[in-house]
């Protein structure tokens, strides 16, 4: 529950990024440093990263006819890899 | 068995819940290639620079407005079924899901005519 | 009437899972149900066509398959409500094994509702006093929103997340589960909050709604089911049930 107001806060951030068609160095001046982004961004990947890990365990098993062993393993996995790469993103946005 | 034997799929809500998971599968292959981008600025802006110069190409463009589409009907289709199972029942679903859908692509649109 | 319309071309279901479509030209009554369409064929061309009846008048639950590739109660559906391009397509009820013709095994089906705790547990013997209940009470509403299902097994046909997860208990006994979760006089609320919070009971649901749309009764079960998530998760947080 806690995605919604993130995912509303991420749609406002994405029209105002787009309409002032913004650099990479003017993205990278506002976000460099900033310690709210940092956190914001970075509960935001962490619960993207559960809700998207739970979702596809799901779907294999119940498409994909995977056993829940191999299915929930596999799905992990994609956690964890989004996990490592959504942080390394914000990361890289955010370190000074 | 035959061409009518999913036939009791031919209603809104089922619709909405396959639309609700081919959106999630879309954001899911979505969000590595997303965060693997942002991940450039790792070797500066430039190189980030470099990437949000292609993105003004117009299949980028496009493939931008389907992702909004995606996150705005997913985020809003969680949304129903968030209120659907915690909140009182509330009928007139199928225009709640229906609204949710056309919301999702007038916001895709916005999105669009803005870049254009 | 002119001779078009004095008779139906009917396409049954013959045989087991590797069965097939049959063709019947059966003649038509006025407020013909399906169920009569097939009880002609089975009295008048074939008595080996298997099926099964039994009240005629939607109490029972007996007569449910897939008409025109929906599940129907068939003895309460007339012909000219189902009849779409003058086609009329009768098949065993889906999500379960097929005995042969029309009648799907629905053992599966009972076995989950065991599964679910379906049974009353009752607080008092006999030899006791009967509970007064007030009806208006919101436990009570719950339990009689949920309470008049007939066992005809056309949700749990209706319902894909039992077509992909063959471990899920399925509309009708979570709806009876959350039915006696409601009803003051029963004891095992525990037990069965259990049971419908494990693998394949009422978490497994993404509320597609099929089994709303499909119950005869017009009988909520995804709302149901809501319910039994809200309890599940309450009973968790308190620590009363583990994951």
Same mark, same amino acid.
């Given at each position: 529950?806690?995605?919604?107001?993130?995912?509303?806060?991420?749609?406002?951030?994405?029209?105002?990024?787009?309409?002032?068609?913004?650099?990479?160095?003017?993205?990278?001046?506002?976000?460099?440093?900033?310690?709210?982004?940092?956190?914001?961004?970075?509960?935001?990947?962490?619960?993207?990263?559960?809700?998207?890990?739970?979702?596809?365990?799901?779907?294999?098993?119940?498409?994909?006819?995977?056993?829940?062993?191999?299915?929930?393993?596999?799905?992990?996995?994609?956690?964890?890899?989004?996990?490592?790469?959504?942080?390394?993103?914000?990361?890289?946005?955010?370190?000074? | 068995?035959? !061409? /009518? !034997?999913?036939?009791?799929?031919?209603?809104?809500?089922?619709?909405?819940?396959?639309?609700?998971?081919? !959106?999630?599968?879309?954001?899911?292959?979505?969000?590595?290639?997303?965060?693997?981008?942002?991940?450039?600025?790792? !070797?500066?802006?430039?190189?980030?620079?470099?990437?949000?110069?292609? /993105?003004?190409?117009?299949?980028?463009?496009?493939?931008?407005?389907?992702?909004?589409?995606?996150?705005?009907?997913?985020?809003?289709?969680?949304?129903?079924?968030?209120?659907?199972?915690?909140?009182?029942?509330?009928?007139?679903?199928?225009?709640?899901?229906?609204?949710?859908?056309?919301?999702?692509?007038?916001?895709?649109?916005?999105?669009?005519?803005?870049?254009? | 009437?002119?001779?078009?319309?004095?008779?139906?071309?009917?396409?049954?279901?013959?045989?087991?899972?590797?069965?097939?479509?049959?063709?019947?030209?059966?003649?038509?009554?006025?407020?013909?149900?399906?169920?009569?369409?097939?009880?002609?064929?089975?009295?008048?061309?074939? $008595?080996?066509?298997?099926?099964?009846?039994?009240?005629?008048? #939607?109490?029972?639950?007996?007569?449910?398959?897939?008409?025109?590739?929906? $599940?129907?109660?068939?003895?309460?559906?007339?012909?000219?409500?189902?009849?779409?391009?003058?086609?009329?397509?009768?098949?065993?009820?889906?999500?379960?094994?097929?005995?042969?013709?029309?009648?799907?095994?629905?053992?599966?089906?009972?076995?989950?509702?065991?599964? *679910?705790?379906? =049974?009353?547990?009752?607080?008092?013997?006999?030899?006791?006093?009967?509970?007064?209940?007030?009806?208006?009470?919101?436990?009570?509403?719950?339990?009689?929103?949920?309470?008049?299902?007939?066992?005809?097994?056309?949700?749990?046909?209706?319902?894909?997340?039992?077509?992909?997860?063959?471990?899920?208990? #399925?509309?009708?006994?979570?709806?009876? *589960?959350? *039915?006696?979760?409601?009803?003051?006089?029963?004891?095992?609320?525990?037990?069965?909050?259990?049971?419908?919070? *494990?693998?394949?009971?009422?978490?497994?649901?993404? =509320?597609?709604? =099929?089994?709303?749309?499909?119950?005869?009764?017009?009988?909520? $079960?995804?709302?149901?089911?809501? #319910?039994?998530?809200?309890? =599940?998760?309450?009973?968790?947080?308190?620590?009363?049930?583990?994951?």
């Amino acid at each position: 529950m806690l995605l919604v107001p993130m995912i509303l806060v991420h749609l406002a951030v994405i029209f105002y990024a787009t309409s002032q068609n913004l650099t990479a160095d003017a993205i990278l001046s506002r976000t460099r440093g900033s310690v709210t982004w940092g956190l914001f961004y970075g509960i935001f990947v962490l619960l993207a990263a559960i809700h998207a890990s739970i979702g596809v365990r799901n779907i294999l098993q119940e498409w994909g006819r995977l056993r829940d062993r191999t299915a929930g393993q596999l799905a992990v996995l994609f956690g964890v890899l989004l996990l490592v790469l959504g942080l390394r993103a914000v990361a890289a946005v955010v370190m000074p | 068995m035959s !061409s /009518t !034997s999913h036939a009791y799929r031919r209603n809104t809500l089922w619709n909405a819940a396959l639309v609700h998971r081919l !959106s999630g599968i879309g954001l899911a292959i979505f969000l590595p290639i997303h965060f693997l981008a942002l991940g450039l600025a790792l !070797s500066g802006a430039a190189k980030l620079e470099g990437f949000l110069r292609l /993105t003004q190409m117009p299949v980028v463009t496009a493939a931008e407005t389907i992702l909004i589409f995606l996150l705005v009907v997913h985020f809003l289709g969680g949304l129903r079924l968030l209120a659907l199972e915690n909140g009182p029942w509330f009928s007139g679903q199928r225009r709640v899901a229906l609204v949710a859908i056309g919301v999702a692509a007038v916001v895709a649109l916005i999105f669009l005519v803005r870049l254009l | 009437m002119d001779e078009s319309h004095s008779s139906i071309d009917v396409s049954i279901w013959r045989g087991d899972a590797n069965g097939g479509f049959q063709s019947y030209r059966v003649p038509s009554r006025s407020d013909q149900t399906v169920l009569d369409v097939v009880t002609w064929v089975q009295r008048n061309v074939d $008595p080996t066509l298997s099926y099964r009846f039994a009240c005629r008048v #939607g109490m029972c639950g007996s007569c449910a398959m897939t008409v025109n590739g929906r $599940p129907r109660w068939t003895c309460r559906t007339h012909v000219k409500s189902v009849f779409q391009e003058s086609k009329l397509e009768i098949a065993p009820l889906s999500n379960m094994p097929v005995i042969k013709d029309l009648a799907s095994d629905m053992r599966v089906f009972f076995e989950k509702w065991t599964r *679910a705790r379906g =049974s009353f547990a009752p607080n008092r013997s006999r030899t006791k006093a009967v509970e007064e209940i007030r009806p208006d009470t919101p436990a009570r509403r719950f339990a009689d929103e949920a309470i008049e299902c007939i066992n005809c097994g056309v949700c749990y046909a209706a319902c894909d997340t039992v077509r992909w997860n063959e471990d899920y208990l #399925g509309p009708a006994a979570l709806n009876r *589960a959350w *039915a006696l979760m409601n009803d003051v006089r029963d004891t095992a609320g525990r037990e069965r909050l259990e049971a419908v919070s *494990a693998k394949g009971g009422c978490h497994s649901c993404h =509320s597609h709604q =099929s089994c709303q749309a499909h119950c005869p009764q017009t009988l909520n $079960p995804t709302r149901s089911i809501a #319910g039994l998530k809200g309890l =599940s998760l309450q009973a968790y947080l308190r620590g009363e049930i583990k994951p």
